[in-house]
């Protein structure tokens, strides 16, 4: 069974940096593209960024372009979230996400495993 744990949330200042990790267990990481997802109270999941299996191919959310910089290290299992000139509008609960098929990386529906969440608040 894969298991997705996210780390590295917390309360940043406007302006201010976070980076969010993604551990992955019980599969192989490398056959699984990865995405990044964000709720916030009262609204729907949205894509914020996903990355092919290799790392050679990235997608980002317009919100989120130039800010945020999505990675991955399959010798250690993890995906990360760097996350540069947070915005109050980033406040929401961050959630990693993995899966084996389709070619696209930021529809929901396609992605088999998530984590259970980080919460990020951006708040002075």
């Known amino acids: 069974q894969v298991q997705l744990v996210e780390s590295g949330g917390g309360l940043v200042q406007p302006g201010g940096s976070l980076r969010l990790s993604c551990a992955a267990s019980g599969g192989t990481f490398s056959r699984f593209a990865m995405g990044w997802f964000r709720q916030a109270p009262g609204k729907e999941r949205e894509f914020v960024a996903g990355?092919?299996?290799?790392?050679?191919?990235?997608d980002y959310a317009d919100s989120v372009k130039g800010r945020f910089t999505i990675s991955r290290d399959n010798a250690k299992n993890t995906v990360y979230l760097q996350m540069n000139s947070l915005k109050p509008e980033d406040t929401a609960v961050y959630y990693c996400?993995?899966?084996?098929?389709?070619?696209?990386?930021?529809?929901?529906?396609?992605?088999?495993?998530w984590g259970q969440g980080t919460q990020v608040t951006v708040s002075s």
């Open positions: 996400a993995g899966k084996t098929t389709g070619w696209g990386l930021s529809s929901a529906n396609e992605y088999n495993y």
């Open positions: 990355i092919s299996s290799t790392g050679l191919t990235k």
